[in-house]
C-alpha cells in the first residue's frame, strides 16, 4: 500500500505492518485530550447509572411501575461490544487507532497476536462510502477492570453483616461513599454484597439476619431505596395481582451477552452447558472483559426502576428495546453484580430467601432500628410492644421481633403488596394494619386446607366439633371483589387477575347483591356447565380463552359457587366463624338459576358444651360426638359418594363454629410461652378464615382416599427421554419432580408414560421447545435428582399425577431427608391426570406434603414398604416395556 493512501477500517484482514500517522507529535496530544473528552461525555451520557436523576419519594410510588424515563435511541443501535479484551501482563502496552472523521468512535487494538475492533455506535445513521475514510492515529487509551467491584468501601471500618442483629450497629455503617448530589443513594454493589453472603449458606436463620442488617442500613441512611432493595430481595418487581413480568427470554439474555462480552452464541451454550445457570453465564463470559471508559455504578433504585421500564415495554421492537436496556445494565455491572443482576433478569436469585424470611428480616429491621419518617412519643405503650426499647433484655427484644414478624405476615396475607406495606413501615410498624387494611382490589392470599387420607381420619381430628362437609367442585378456585362503585375484580388462587377471562361473571356481580353499593369479597369456584346446567369437568373450562373475552364470543358458560365471604360493605369478617360467615353469603346474596349459588353443603352438630354459637335448634344432623356414632359417620359417607356421583373431586370437611372461650384474638408473643404459641397457631382448629395458612379446620377428602389408593400429586415436569417403539420421536417417560419451598428446589418423584393421548404427546413436543426456550441444554442448578433424561425442561407447569403408593427410592430424591437421610421418595406406577393450569410450579406438591403422606401410608398399611420397595418396578419394569 502506497505511503499516501488511505486504508478503509471495513477491510478485514489486518495489515502485519503498523501503520504511522503523518501528523506532526505536538498537535496529536492536544487533538486526542479533546477528542477523548468528547467520547468520555458521549459514555457517560449513554452508559451512565440508569435514572440516577430526581431521588425517588421515601415513601415509594405505590405501584406505578411508569416512573421511569429512558431514552432508549441512546443504546437501541448498539450491536458491537464495548469492551477490551484483558491484556496479558507479558504484553506490551497496546496501541490504538482512533478515527477522527466521524463522531463514531472506531478503536483498533493491536498487539502481538491479534488485532480487534470495538466500534460504538449511538443512533448513528449509515455510512456512507465517503464516511469510510479515516485518519488513523496513534494512541494509548487507558483501561478499566471490569472485575474490580466498584463502590469499594473496604478501606473503612465496617461491621460485616453477618453480625448478630442485636449487636450490629446500623447507625454506624459507613455510606460516605454513597454520596451523590442527589444525597445518600445506595450502590447495586451493598445489596450484591449481602446476596454473596447469603448464596454460601443454607442456614434460614444465617439468611434472616444478613438480610435484616442489609435492610437497616437502608432504612436508616437512605429510605427511598428500602422499597426497591425489598422487591430486588424477593424475585419479583410488582406485586402478582398487577401482571407486571420482566419478559426477559434467553434471546434477550443471548444478545444482551454476547454483545457486551464480545462472544458468540455457541459460547454461551457451552457455558450454560456447564453452568446451567443465567448468571454464572454472564459472570463467567464477562470477567476478563475490560471497558474503555468505567460507567457510573449502578444504584439499587436505579436497577429497579430500569426494570420496571423493562416490564413496561410494549408493542413493536419490544424485544430490541429490552436487550438494549439490559445490555445497559449488564455494561455497567462489576464483578459479583453481573451474576446477580442476570439471575434478576430470570427471577431466580439463587440465594434462599423465600417470601417469608424477606418479610422476617424486615419485620426484624423495624423492630430493632426506627425509621427518619416515623415518629415514636413517649409513652405511646403500642410502640413500645414493637420497638426495642434501651432497657429491654435479648428475651424480650427476641419476642418483640416475633411479634413484629407475626403482624407482618398477617398484613402481606391480607394485602400482599409490598408498594403499599414498605412505605407503611417508615411512617411506623404499629399502625401498619391501619394503612395496609384488607382492601377491595387486592387479593388476600387464599386460605388452604390439609390433606386427609380417608373419612376416618376426618372423624378423629373433628372429634367433639360441628362442622359442615361441601361438594369440592372440579372448577377454578376464584376470588371475587366488587367495590361500592360497581368495579369487579376475578382473582386466581395465586392472585393473578383473571378479570379478562370472566366477563359474564363480571355482569352477574350486581344482580346477586340484595342492596345496592353493596361492596364484597367472596371466595368461590368457577365451574363450566353446560346448557342444561350441569357441571362440566375442568378440562372443558380449560378450554376457554384466558384473555380479552367477549361475552358474545362465549362458548363455554359458567356458575359462580361461591363458599365464603371474607369483607362484605369494606368491613372484613376473617374473624367470624365459618357458620356466621356462611350466613353472610345467604342474607346479602341472591342464588341466580345456573348463574350463581352456594356450594351445596350437609352440617353436623356436636355436643354443645364444646361449641360457642352453635344454635339451639337445628335441621342439621345431630351428633353428641360424629367421631364416635357411626350413623351420623355414614350419612357423611353417602354424602360423599354422592359428591362423586355428581361430578365431583370429592368433599371440603370445615369447622362451623369457634371452640370455647375462643376471642378473636391471637395470643401475646410477649406473654404467651413457646408451647401455648405453637398450641394456638398450629393445633387449635379455628373457624376463623385464615390466609395464607393451610389450616386443619379446613380438610380436604377426595375419591382416591376412599378408593384405597394414595392421594394425587400435583407435580413438575423436569425431563424426558425419547420414546421407544410406537412412541419413537415422543416425548416419554416425564420425569416428574415435587417442590421443596425451603430450599426453592425440585425433587424428582418419578418417571411418567401412562395417561397421555397420542394428541398429548404431540402438543407436549410443541409447548417444549428449544425454539420457545422451554427446552434446557442442561439441569438446572435447582434440579435435585439423579437421572439424566435426554431432554431438560424449563419448570413452568404443574400436573396432576396418581400412583399405587409412596416408596422409598435410592434414586428420586422426593422429600429427601425427612424419611431417610440418603434416600428420596417416589411415587409407583405413576399415571397422569390432567394439567393444573391453575396452580403455580411453587403451588405444587411440596416435600414436607410428601413425606406426611409416606407417614401416613406406612401407618395404613405398615412398615414393609420402607425396605422393600426401592422404586425398581417404576425404574423398569414401569415403562421400559410399555414402550
Known amino acids: 500500500m502506497a505511503k499516501g493512501q488511505k486504508r478503509k477500517t471495513t477491510t478485514p484482514s489486518p495489515s502485519p505492518r503498523k501503520k504511522t500517522s503523518t501528523v506532526p507529535q505536538k498537535g496529536l496530544e492536544f487533538f486526542f485530550e479533546s477528542q477523548r473528552k468528547k467520547q468520555h461525555e458521549l459514555e457517560q451520557e449513554a452508559f451512565g447509572d440508569p435514572l440516577l436523576t430526581q431521588p425517588a419519594s421515601p415513601l415509594g410510588n405505590r405501584g406505578n411501575g411508569a416512573d421511569a424515563d429512558f431514552d432508549l435511541q441512546l443504546v437501541a443501535g448498539d450491536e458491537e461490544p464495548l469492551f477490551l479484551p484483558k491484556a496479558k501482563k507479558e504484553e506490551s502496552p497496546v496501541q490504538d487507532t482512533i478515527d477522527t472523521s466521524s463522531s463514531t468512535s472506531t478503536v483498533v487494538t493491536t498487539n502481538s497476536t491479534s488485532q480487534i475492533k470495538i466500534e460504538e455506535s449511538i443512533s448513528q445513521p449509515a455510512l456512507t462510502p465517503s464516511q469510510d475514510e479515516k485518519k488513523e492515529l496513534n494512541c494509548t ?34 455510606v460516605t461513599s454513597w454520596s451523590t448530589p442527589d444525597g445518600i443513594v445506595a450502590p447495586y454493589a451493598f445489596i450484591t454484597e449481602a446476596f454473596c453472603i447469603i448464596a454460601e449458606t443454607s442456614a434460614r436463620i444465617g439468611i434472616t439476619n444478613v438480610l435484616c442488617n442489609m435492610l437497616r442500613v437502608l432504612m436508616i441512611h437512605t429510605p427511598a431505596d428500602l422499597l426497591p432493595a425489598v422487591w430486588l430481595c424477593s ?16 434471546l434477550i439474555l443471548s444478545k ?49 426502576s430500569t426494570l420496571k421500564s423493562i416490564a413496561n415495554l410494549k408493542g413493536q421492537g419490544t424485544i430490541d428495546a429490552k436487550a438494549a436496556l439490559v445490555k445497559k ?46 415518629s415514636v ?33 398477617e398484613c402481606y396475607a391480607q394485602h400482599p403488596n409490598l408498594d403499599d406495606i414498605v412505605p407503611a413501615i417508615l411512617q411506623g410498624l404499629s399502625h401498619l394494619k391501619e394503612h395496609c387494611p384488607l382492601t377491595v382490589g387486592v387479593p388476600l392470599r387464599p386460605m388452604l386446607g390439609k390433606i386427609t387420607r380417608d373419612l376416618s381420619e376426618v372423624f378423629v381430628k373433628l372429634e367433639g366439633r360441628s362442622f359442615a362437609c361441601e361438594y369440592k367442585y372440579d372448577g377454578q378456585r376464584a376470588q371475587i371483589h366488587l367495590d361500592k362503585q360497581g368495579k369487579a375484580k376475578i382473582f386466581s388462587r395465586h392472585l393473578e387477575d383473571m378479570t379478562d377471562k370472566y366477563p359474564d361473571v363480571v355482569a352477574i356481580l350486581p344482580q346477586i347483591c340484595k342492596s345496592e353499593n353493596q361492596s364484597f369479597i367472596i371466595d368461590a369456584e368457577i365451574v363450566a356447565i353446560d346448557n342444561n346446567g350441569n357441571i362440566q369437568p375442568f378440562s372443558t373450562l380449560s378450554n376457554r380463552a384466558r384473555k380479552n373475552v367477549a361475552i358474545e364470543d362465549i362458548t363455554i358458560n359458567v356458575c359462580i359457587l361461591a363458599f365464603d365471604i371474607m369483607l362484605l360493605n369494606d368491613e372484613p369478617v376473617l374473624w367470624e366463624s365459618f357458620r356466621n360467615r356462611r350466613q353472610l353469603l345467604r342474607d346479602h346474596f341472591t342464588p341466580i338459576k345456573d348463574r350463581y349459588d352456594l356450594v351445596k353443603s350437609m352440617d353436623t352438630v356436636a355436643s354443645q358444651e364444646n361449641q360457642d354459637g ?87 377428602v377426595k375419591k382416591d382416599y376412599v378408593e384405597g389408593v394414595s392421594d394425587s400429586l400435583d407435580l413438575v415436569p423436569i425431563g424426558a427421554w425419547w420414546g421407544n417403539g410406537r412412541k419413537v420421536g415422543w416425548y416419554s417417560p416425564i420425569l416428574l419432580a415435587c417442590y421443596n419451598p425451603e430450599n426453592e428446589t425440585y425433587e424428582s418423584v418419578c418417571k411418567c408414560i401412562s395417561g397421555f393421548s397420542d394428541k398429548f404427546y404431540k402438543d407436549m413436543l ?117 414402550d
Open 329 to 374: 445494565l449488564v455494561l455497567a455491572a462489576r464483578g459479583e453484580e453481573v451474576r446477580f443482576l442476570v439471575r434478576t433478569f430470570v427471577s431466580h436469585l439463587r440465594i434462599g430467601a423465600v417470601r417469608t424470611t424477606v418479610l422476617s428480616a424486615l419485620a426484624k429491621a423495624c423492630t430493632l432500628d426506627i425509621s427518619p419518617f416515623c
Open 766 to 882: 410443541e409447548f417444549y421447545s428449544v425454539e420457545n426456550g422451554r427446552v434446557l441444554d442442561a439441569p438446572r442448578h435447582d434440579y435435585i435428582t439423579d437421572h439424566r433424561p435426554d431432554v431438560w425442561f424449563q419448570s413452568c407447569e404443574v400436573w396432576e399425577i396418581k400412583g399405587a403408593d409412596i416408596t422409598v427410592s435410592p434414586i428420586h430424591k422426593g422429600a429427601i431427608g425427612h424419611i431417610d437421610e440418603a434416600r428420596g421418595l417416589s411415587l409407583r406406577f405413576p399415571r397422569f391426570i390432567r394439567k393444573r393450569d391453575d396452580k403455580d410450579v411453587e403451588d405444587a406438591t411440596c416435600s414436607e406434603t410428601l413425606a406426611e403422606m409416606y407417614t401416613k401410608q406406612t401407618n395404613l398399611h405398615g412398615s414393609s414398604n420402607t425396605e422393600a420397595n426401592t422404586g425398581g418396578v417404576e425404574e423398569d419394569d414401569g415403562w421400559i416395556g410399555e
Open 614 to 700: 352453635a344454635p339451639e335448634t337445628t335441621s342439621e344432623l345431630k351428633a353428641p360426638n360424629v367421631a364416635n356414632s357411626v350413623e351420623y359417620q355414614d350419612e357423611v359417607s353417602e354424602f360423599f359418594k354422592q359428591s362423586i356421583k355428581d361430578g365431583c373431586e370429592g368433599i371440603m370437611v370445615k369447622v362451623l363454629d369457634h371452640a370455647s372461650g375462643y376471642s378473636g384474638n391471637q395470643l401475646d408473643p410477649i406473654t404467651a410461652n413457646k408451647t401455648e404459641m405453637k398450641q394456638t397457631r398450629v393445633n387449635q382448629l379455628l373457624a376463623s378464615y385464615e390466609p395464607d395458612k393451610r389450616m386443619e379446620s379446613w380438610l380436604k
Open 377 to 409: 412519643e413517649d409513652g405511646d405503650s403500642l410502640a413500645a410492644q414493637f420497638y426495642r426499647q434501651p432497657y429491654d433484655d435479648k428475651a424480650t427484644i427476641t419476642m418483640k421481633m416475633k411479634r413484629a414478624e407475626s403482624l407482618m405476615r
Open 141 to 174: 487509551v487507558a483501561l478499566v477492570d471490569a472485575s474490580k467491584p466498584a463502590n469499594d468501601d473496604s478501606s473503612m471500618p465496617k461491621q460485616p453483616l453477618t453480625t448478630d442483629p442485636l449487636e450490629f450497629d446500623a447507625k454506624s455503617y459507613p
Open 256 to 304: 444482551s451477552i454476547t454483545s457486551v462480552a464480545g462472544t458468540n452464541g455457541k459460547t454461551l451454550k457451552t457455558l450454560y452447558e456447564k453452568y446451567g445457570d443465567w448468571g454464572d453465564v454472564a459472570f463467567s463470559a464477562k470477567v476478563s472483559v475490560r471497558t474503555l471508559l468505567q460507567p457510573k455504578p449502578l444504584t439499587v433504585r436505579g436497577v429497579y
Open 235 to 250: 424475585n419479583a418487581i410488582a406485586a402478582p395481582y398487577k401482571g407486571i413480568e420482566l419478559g426477559i427470554g434467553p
